[in-house]
């Protein structure tokens, strides 16, 4: 079965870090982009970071500078470093495979996001 | 790139058709995916490069649209169906969704 498990999560001081991971299973690990993506309580989806097959990484704007994400395919596990956590980083931080489509001609047509994991929670508070 | 979803929220019955729009702030080709979440549970892929259906998702979910303006319609609606939805443009970073559009039940 397909699967992805995110652990590490838990309550932190504003200023602190947290390291969060992402257990893969059911496919080959390194083939995929994958990607952190979080969302506080009840609000919306917000993209957090992704590490393409080339160790590749990218991120947004307000995460640049304090977050770090990074693979080690032999043990098929993703990560993601949080450094000076502030209250607006409280949120589920989910996992997710990025996955490629491609036409009859084998040309790409589409990117999304295939597979997520069950989200763990970061709650940042004194 | 950002997306605009409309509308925020609506209510509807079981068998309404339903229609969600999402506008990126600039083209995309067809570099876009919409999502489904039930509260509580992760968001899971219905919709990708625009009108592509994901395996496994029911017939009655369609996607359309290219460039800078999408649609996603459910044509009979289900009880199954009350959730939140999401578009995600793909086309570059960052990879931004929209705001999110809640299916109610009426």
């Known amino acids: 079965e397909v699967q992805l498990v995110e652990s590490g999560g838990g309550l932190v001081q504003p200023g602190g870090s947290l390291r969060l991971s992402c257990a893969a299973s059911?496919?080959?690990?390194?083939?995929?982009?994958m990607h952190w993506v979080r969302q506080a309580t009840g609000k919306g989806l917000e993209w957090v970071s992704a590490?393409?097959?080339?160790?590749?990484?990218y991120y947004p704007g307000s995460v640049k500078g304090r977050f770090t994400i990074s693979r080690e395919n032999a043990k098929n596990s993703l990560y993601l470093q949080m450094n000076s956590l502030r209250a607006g980083d409280t949120a589920v931080y989910y996992c997710?495979?990025?996955?490629?489509?491609?036409?009859?001609?084998?040309?790409?047509?589409?990117?999304?996001?295939?597979?997520w994991g069950q989200g763990t929670m970061v709650t940042v508070s004194s | 790139i950002q997306l605009t979803q409309s509308p925020s929220s609506l209510s509807a019955s079981v068998g309404d058709r339903v229609t969600i729009t999402c506008r990126a702030s600039?083209?995309?080709?067809?570099?876009l995916a919409w999502y489904q979440q039930k509260p509580g549970k992760a968001p899971k892929l219905l919709i990708y490069?625009?009108?592509t259906l994901q395996s496994g998702v029911p017939s009655r979910f369609s996607g359309s649209g290219s460039g800078t303006d999408f649609t996603l319609t459910i044509s009979s609606l289900q009880p199954e169906d009350f959730a939140t939805y999401y578009c995600?443009?793909?086309?570059?970073?960052?990879?931004?969704f929209g705001q999110g559009t809640k299916v109610e039940i009426k």
């Open positions: 059911g496919f080959t690990f390194s083939s995929y982009d």
């Open positions: 995600q443009q793909l086309n570059s970073y960052p990879r931004t």
């Open positions: 997710a495979r990025g996955e490629y489509y491609y036409d009859s001609s084998g040309y790409p047509k589409g990117y999304a996001f295939d597979i």
């Open positions: 600039q083209g995309i080709s067809s570099y």
């Open positions: 490069a625009a009108s």
């Open positions: 590490i393409g097959t080339a160790g590749d990484t």
